[in-house]
């Protein structure tokens, strides 16, 4: 059985103006802060993300590694790449998050 949405651990690999306005929402919905990891690699969206009260890293296999529910919020031109990094992340996991892609433009 999935978890609910209040108990899931949530993954957001980016951490731009999409993935802000969403973690906005959720935290809005009463969503623990604690259960949101956003990995990205520029500092000032790690420091924004940060100051929203959500984890924070540089490693999107980190962020991803025990995720029940993952947003990729990429551009679509590293979106591929992150894919393949990713599915090295959870090679031999019994479970498998839910994976949700806002990147523009492309079918995954």
């Known amino acids: 059985m999935a978890p609910d949405l209040q108990s899931s651990k949530i993954a957001f690999i980016g ?32 420091d924004k993300m940060a100051a929203l009260g959500v984890n924070t890293t540089t490693s999107n296999a980190d962020a991803f590694a025990d995720a029940d529910i993952a947003l990729l919020a990429v551009k679509p031109q590293v979106a591929k790449g992150v894919c393949e990094e990713l599915a090295a992340a959870v090679a031999g996991r019994d479970r498998l998050p839910v994976v949700v892609s806002i990147a523009a433009g492309i079918t995954l």
């Open 15 to 46: 951490g731009g103006n999409m993935a802000a306005a969403i973690i906005g929402g959720l935290l809005a919905k009463s969503i623990s802060k604690q259960h949101i990891t956003v990995a990205e690699p520029w500092e000032v969206n790690r």
